[in-house]
């Protein structure tokens, strides 16, 4: 990695404005002016940028979900309370799911990944207020997806 051109602020503010922009390509350059380990916010911008994008072009597959959760897993160990962090990481959990669902892997690993988004969801509603409205219809349709899984399959 090259000497960065900005300071951490300025690669932070410009990249979670490309991020609002829907302006992911940009929001990922900005952010990879810096190393991921230097702050929970580039960790953050970096996974949000590379997951909205693969979202938008359709090119989401079980690795770049893989690597989206490494990068949100270290945003949070980095600041541990970070809201959306949590919830975008639920999201992440709860895709990886569906591909672990859709290659036929074993049922614990799909579990063990819709487990990790329930609880990730229910951390960032008790976290933040504004995210109650956007889980709740989330946390109880995953809590039943789980249940159904294991009543299925025990």
């Not at 900005?30 to 938008?56: M, V």
């Not at 690795?63 to 809201?83: C, F, H, P, T, W």
């Not at 290659?103 to 990944?113: D, I, M, R, W």
Request: proline share 3%; with cysteine.
């Amino acid at each position: 990695m090259t000497e960065p051109t900005k300071s951490l602020g300025e690669c932070v503010r410009d990249g979670m404005n490309y991020l609002e922009q829907g302006r992911f390509d940009e929001a990922l350059r900005e952010f990879r002016e810096r190393n991921p380990d230097e702050n929970s916010l580039i960790s953050y911008g970096i996974a949000t940028a590379f997951f909205r994008k693969a979202l938008k072009e359709g090119s989401l597959d079980l690795a770049a979900v893989n690597e989206v959760i490494m990068l949100y897993e270290k945003s949070l160990v980095q600041r541990d309370g970070e809201s959306s962090t949590y919830f975008m990481a639920a999201y992440a959990y709860e895709a990886r799911a569906g591909f672990l669902a859709a290659q036929n892997k074993s049922l614990p690993e799909v579990l063990a990944a819709l487990t990790k988004a329930h609880g990730y969801f229910e951390t960032s509603c008790r976290i933040s207020p504004h995210f109650r409205t956007l889980c709740g219809n989330v946390i109880p349709t995953l809590k039943e997806k789980i249940e159904e899984l294991r009543q299925h399959y025990s």
